[in-house]
């Protein structure tokens, strides 16, 4: 049985998952959290989920896996402390919150969600409406390789709300069969990246003249982040992670033109300095010996919301991301 099937079949008592396939490969959605769950090319999902998954949805909580969008700023939304980023936890009006199927194609879903979380610094809530579509663009198998493109279009509208905040986008990523994968981001020389916790030790993070190397492995919590200004184009963030499954090599790339440009538009302050520079991408590597996850995420800190002509205020993402699996 294929690692998918596993999965659904582990999970149909407590939701549900929609298959959408372009062989070779296919494409799963779990509706409940509004996130997909897996995606496969022939040697398994490429895309980190919760052994725990079960318990997980039994209990009502949010971390299945998968590739999520949550709300930023996360010093505001989800730490009951925001003030020293003290008392983390999830708002479950952003996450599982409660998603319905809007459409369904032969290559695409659509889903939809009200949105709501309160903002800690302020005590103003923020309601809203999420709109997603996943779409699964192209898929073929040349030379060597086997490919995918998926692509994530998220439209949020908020009204009576006073304060910056952005769509966030969480991408979560195996540590493979050697235990290790390579986050990759294309700098600018002298690129000045963002250690979001705790200091990032050399061991795990590497500064290169044209890129930054940061190591995930599931046993350290740590945060990489890396502002507009460091990237080569700031209109474009990119980024790539490598790792092994099955011993086959597998690249997955992100690329994303909605993502913040300026620190203007960035609204999401490092737990380590809150008042210094601000990141549009982001990766967290998990504490297995805390938490007994093991994972990493590649991250997208959208631009802030911006106002309409009638008041409400909207922000949207759209993420293209290509899985490669290496055949021979």
């Not at 003030?83 to 032969?106: E, H, L, M, T």
């Not at 979560?172 to 069969?177: R, W």
């Not at 795990?204 to 995930?216: A, D, M, P």
């Not at 502002?227 to 700031?234: G, T, V």
């Amino acid at each position: 049985m294929d690692e998918p099937t596993t999965i659904k079949k582990q999970i149909e008592k407590n939701a549900e998952i929609i298959s959408i396939h372009s062989h070779p490969a296919s494409l799963h959605i779990l509706p409940r959290g509004g996130r997909i769950l897996g995606v496969d090319l022939g040697i398994g999902n490429l895309l980190w989920t919760n052994p725990k998954m079960v318990e997980v949805l039994e209990k009502g909580e949010w971390n299945t896996g998968g590739i999520r969008t949550w709300i930023s700023p996360e010093q505001a939304f989800f730490y009951n402390e925001p003030q020293k980023f003290g008392g983390w936890r999830c708002p479950p009006g952003i996450d599982p919150a409660n998603y319905r199927v809007v459409s369904k194609g032969k290559h695409a879903v659509e889903l939809e969600s009200a949105i709501s979380a309160k903002d800690m610094i302020s005590e103003e809530t923020l309601n809203g409406k999420i709109r997603k579509r996943f779409e699964l663009v192209e898929a073929h198998q040349e030379g060597g390789a086997i490919s995918a493109r998926i692509r994530i279009l998220d439209f949020l509208t908020v009204k009576n709300y006073h304060n910056p905040f952005a769509l966030w986008t969480l991408i979560q990523v195996p540590t493979g069969d050697e235990g290790k994968g390579k986050l990759i981001v294309p700098v600018v020389k002298n690129a000045q990246p963002i250690h979001y916790f705790n200091s990032i030790p050399e061991s795990y993070l590497r500064v290169f003249e044209g890129h930054v190397e940061f190591t995930i492995d599931g046993e350290r919590e740590l945060k990489l982040g890396i502002r507009p200004e460091d990237l080569p184009n700031p209109q474009e963030a990119r980024m790539e992670y490598r790792f092994k499954k099955n011993g086959k090599n597998v690249l997955i790339s992100v690329f994303s033109l909605t993502g913040a440009k300026s620190q203007d538009e960035c609204v999401d302050p490092p737990k380590s300095n809150p008042h210094g520079m601000r990141a549009v991408i982001q990766s967290y590597n998990s504490d297995s010996k805390s938490t007994g996850l093991k994972f990493g995420e590649l991250e997208i800190q959208g631009t802030k919301a911006k106002k309409r002509p009638d008041g409400k205020l909207e922000t949207n993402e759209d993420i293209t991301i290509n899985f490669t699996v290496e055949t021979s």
